[in-house]
């Protein structure tokens, strides 16, 4: 299976035209999705369009951009002018935006084609991407288990090698989750690195929206285009771009990374745990320093039970709930009904400690001379399809969601970088996940890391 950079450079080099590899990965689609699910809806039209154009340039002596002929997969949380776009949604099923979000359009803008709509859970609102309007997806290393989610289409379309490169979002994990299950590379940029301008909210605070591929180099050069400012989004600000393929080669020798035990190692299934030591071995033995770091998570109950985030999320549908209750799936309204019992006031002092608690965190990483925080990127396998909870953290029943993020909404709720990058798999053969964690706009020390785990 080709990867985005070898699929441009082919085209680039005029060894296959951009329509030949559209043509390849349209007509090879049913086949590879069948019983996976991960693909919604073909976008044929505008892929084959796209490809001429890139054709075009090529001929007039242009250059046609550095995706050149790049099938992408845009999960359904992500707007497509003139495509539906249901986030995931009964109540958004005839949806069709009037124009492209910012990351489709700066791929678009670089060569690349759209070629499908993938799967999502409602609303983004889960890890499993079983959705109650549009169908289950299911993980393509056992399809009795799920994806991850909420970019579970994304993560599922890439392993099962229908496309080269799917971007996903991020709010508790929804990138690096899915990535984890599916033994790809996700990365979730800092908060505010990529504009979330034609991407529907989920928690406005927390949400991200980052690159998700089959390889690193892959991951590096879609941040390129993807990141920056934009004027649709007042959240991402005018922090310079890096040529993040510069860090591939550079290793990790100095580096120092802070290994989480507390709370993330101890709280993980030890056949996860293990292949995301071994992961972190082979980053010692190319020159990295490991030393222990407490991260200090969760910093208390409030943070613990998700009361942090729940208003947030339920004022994405203050349009919409009650009144259109029946037009939503059981999760979401379960927690459009507890919202209604968290009080402002502490939602207001819940922010104020988690100000006072993300910029204590980076006081003490760089006093410790942390460059990365590592730990597993789930504490637990792909769990069955249909699984509503899960024992975790000394709880027999824990919402499955709540564990599938366990130890990736840290980074959402501080804002920091993080990658998942395949680290083996556990004791039944399913991928399990090391995450990377870098300080605020240091996405290329993730890089640099995760392309020695995985050149």
């Known amino acids: 299976m080709r990867d985005a950079t070898e699929t441009a450079e082919l085209v680039r080099s005029g060894q296959a035209s951009a329509a030949e590899v559209a043509r390849e990965h349209l007509d090879r689609l049913p086949g590879l ?23 075009r340039r090529l ?9 050149a002929g790049v099938p992408v997969g845009w999960k359904d949380l992500i707007e497509t002018a003139g495509i539906r776009t249901t986030y995931g949604s009964a109540i958004w099923r005839d949806n069709v935006p009037e124009h492209d979000a910012d990351v489709v359009a700066r791929l678009a803008a670089a060569g690349a084609l759209t070629i499908a709509k993938l799967a999502t ?36 379309a890439l392993a099962a090698g229908i496309l080269p490169l799917a971007p996903g979002t991020d709010t508790g994990g929804s990138i690096r989750c899915p990535a984890s299950c599916c033994g790809v590379v996700g990365l979730k940029p800092t908060y505010g690195r990529v504009s979330l301008g034609g991407i529907h909210p989920l928690c406005t605070s927390l949400d991200h929206c980052g690159p998700m591929a089959r390889s690193v180099r892959d991951c590096a050069l879609a ?26 080669g550079r290793g990790v020798r100095g580096m120092r990374i802070g290994v989480a035990e507390r709370y993330f190692f101890e709280h993980t299934a030890a056949d996860v745990a293990a292949p995301a030591r071994a992961a972190l071995e082979a980053l010692a ?80 990483a760089r006093a410790a001379g942390i460059t990365l925080v590592a730990t597993p990127s789930q504490p637990c396998t792909p769990p069955p399809v249909g699984t509503t909870s899960l024992p975790f ?15 990736t909404e840290v980074f959402d709720v501080n804002g920091w970088p993080a990658i998942s990058v395949p680290a083996g798999t556990d004791a039944a053969g399913m991928p399990a996940g090391l995450q990377l ?7 290329a020390d993730c890089l640099a890391a995760a392309a020695v785990l995985m050149p």
Not at 437 to 443: C, G, I
């Open 393 to 407: 953290a000394g709880h027999d029943e824990v919402d499955v969601s709540a564990v599938m993020c366990g130890l």
């Open 33 to 55: 999705d069948g019983e996976i699910g991960s693909v919604w809806l073909v976008t044929e039209e505008r892929a084959m369009a796209e490809a001429e154009a890139v054709d």
């Open 121 to 156: 859970h409602e609303l983004a609102w889960g890890t499993t991407t079983d959705n109650p309007w549009f169908g289950t997806c299911r993980n393509p290393h056992d399809t009795s288990r799920v994806p991850g989610g909420s970019s579970g289409g994304s993560a599922a």
């Open 223 to 248: 941040l390129e285009l993807m990141a920056g400012p934009s004027a649709r989004d007042p959240r991402a600000p005018a922090v310079p771009v890096e040529r993040y393929r510069d860090a591939l």
């Open 437 to 443: 964690a870098a300080l605020p706009w240091r996405e």
């Open 59 to 67: 001929a007039a002596g242009a250059d046609p951009g550095p995706l």
């Open 285 to 364: 033995e190319a020159g990295a320093e490991l030393v222990e770091f407490d991260v200090g998570w969760p910093p208390d109950r409030d943070f613990a039970d998700g009361r942090f985030y729940l208003a947030e999320m339920a004022a994405t549908l203050v349009d919409h709930w009650p009144q259109r209750a029946d037009e939503l799936g059981p999760e979401v309204r379960r927690d459009c009904a507890a919202a209604e019992g968290v009080a402002a006031v502490d939602v207001a002092a819940i922010g104020e400690r988690r100000l006072a608690w993300c910029a204590e965190l980076e006081q003490r």
